[in-house]
């Protein structure tokens, strides 16, 4: 185990593979040596100290890895079954994919009522993607950053505390929050494309408490304007982070299990395990409702 | 847990992957799943037609069976009719035939016993002259006694 305790084992799988930048004069010790930055350098940081110092300027290369692979190979299996796609009797992998396809417009047309080529496929996206990223908490805690560590620390000299990696993107802030903002750029593009700009604010300003007098509704407007525009921000902060504790308190339960336990870490993970392939499945459904419900209520008027 | 730049990756990726299903995937599998949809809506109004065809085939078909079938009865029938006419035909003819024959043998048997009866009554007649031809070869004169002999020989 990299960790000594228990605790800085947890510590250390929470964190990510950030690589970012260091401002110059920064001082650190990396690969077993001290040093003091000359010039703001790109690196990857060897502690989480580091990687918070680094700022807004560094990425987590892990999450942005395996959230893309995860994409990219949904990219791929869905485009190898749309290709074989034909009205003919579909068989194997393409009855699986047609079986989502239909799920998902089911969804849709449920709680979408406008025309939009855009809200399906994204649905199908974050469904599955969501999905195939939430899986990721399935693999045994320490298969894969065990195997990275033993490859950093091999071939390029690090050090086995630094070698900090997470396979689960979901339990990353950053992915969930960011799929999530997109989606309230989409709430609010569609809203100004359906009532224009003028009706998007109104909807701000003279909702929920309606006044017929026009003095009546400029005294109303501020409290409007507060409780609609915390509404309206509370969608993207709560779909983000929905998921995001889910996930990480799944994982969480995963990773106490494995630093309490070692070896003998199945016999409670796997329970759990099971139990949380409702989850996985669930807060991707969730995710993928609440983002076709807060878009038809982009465009439907209230 | 620190937020950074991954958050504008991920939206990068995000877009991407949207992007792409909405130009590669989505569109040929739903036109894929609407044809599909239409085609069996075709068939199944198909199999409706066929159905309602069969029906009436049927229907047909045992109303041309009953057809033939009383078409049939009524040869039988005509046949049956002829062939007693024909038998009644063959019996009235062959008793004609038969009495004809009958007739026929009849009149050949009467012509024979007149015959006979003809060739008896010359040759009576002729016993009859010779053997009182011989008793009375004296007394009785040929001449004389012509004319009585011509009446007996009528007599007989």
Known sequence: MAASSASEYIKHHLGNLTYGQLPAGYERTCHGHDQTLNDATWTFACNAQEASDMGFAAIHVDSMAWSGGLGILMCLLFWLMARKASPNTPSGMLNFVEMIIEFIDTQVRDSFHGKSKLIAPLSLVIFCWVFLMNLMDLIPVDWVPMTFQWIVTTFFGWSAHEAYFRIVPTTDPNITLSMSICVFFLVIFYSIKVKGIGGFLGELSFKPFEAGSTLGKILLLPINLVLETISLLAKPVSLGLRLFGNMYAGEFVFILVAGMMGTWQAIAAWPWAVFHILVITLQAFIFMVLTIVYLSMAVEEH | ?156
């Open chain 2, 1 to 156: 847990m620190n937020i950074n730049a991954t958050l504008i990756g991920q939206a990068i990726w995000f877009a991407l992957f949207v992007f792409f299903c909405m130009k590669f995937v989505w569109p040929p599998i739903s036109r894929a799943l609407d044809e599909r949809k239409q085609k069996i809506a075709e068939g199944l109004s198909a199999a409706d037609r066929a159905e309602r065809d069969l029906e009436l085939a049927q229907e047909k078909a045992s109303a041309n069976l009953k057809d033939a079938k009383d078409k049939a009865s009524e040869i039988i029938e005509q046949a049956n009719r002829r062939a007693n006419q024909i038998v009644e035909e063959a019996k009235d003819q062959a008793r004609a035939e038969g009495e004809r024959l009958i007739a026929k043998a009849q009149s050949e048997i009467d012509q024979e016993i007149n015959r006979a009866r003809e060739e008896l009554r010359k040759e009576v007649s002729a016993l009859a002259l010779s053997g009182a031809e011989k008793v009375l070869a004296r007394e009785v004169n040929r001449d004389s006694h012509k004319q009585l002999l011509d009446e007996l020989a009528a007599q007989l």
